[in-house]
């Protein structure tokens, strides 16, 4: 886990008002966490079902995307993250097989974001099988 070198490094000289500081990082999923989360703020999120009764509502979350974020502020509005700064970034890469980027675009022109976000809203994810964070992340744009 990325997280814990960095928090024991820190936690070794660490003062917080005078005192040491204890640190625990623990490796959970995130869409356990994400539940956990929304039922605190009493909302669920949608294709998620009941979270691992094990996870408890972090004091610092660092979550695989941004995307959590989003899905939890859409449904739980009083879920307002002090910080939202990314500590991370890859890149996105849009692949897929020809017949499905005819349908995205038409003949000879290049599928571009618009066209799949356009799509996205016509209901195509079932036809598509694209995921769930895939249609929220585009319909978000």
Known sequence: MAGRPTATDWARTAEV???CVA???TAQEPADVAGVVAREH???LVGL??????????QVWVPDSSMWRLRLQAQAPNFQPADTTSIAASPV???????????????GTAV???????????GCCATFGMSMTAT???SRK
């Open 42 to 44: 009493g909302a669920g």
């Open 93 to 107: 890469v849009l692949a897929m097989p020809q017949p499905i980027a005819t349908g995205l675009a038409p003949a």
């Open 17 to 19: 008002g005078g005192s």
């Open 49 to 58: 079902g009941e979270p691992n009764r094990s996870v408890q509502v972090p």
């Open 23 to 25: 640190v625990d990082v």
């Open 112 to 122: 571009t974001w618009e066209s799949v976000v356009r799509r996205m809203q016509t």
């Open 136 to 138: 929220l992340l585009l």
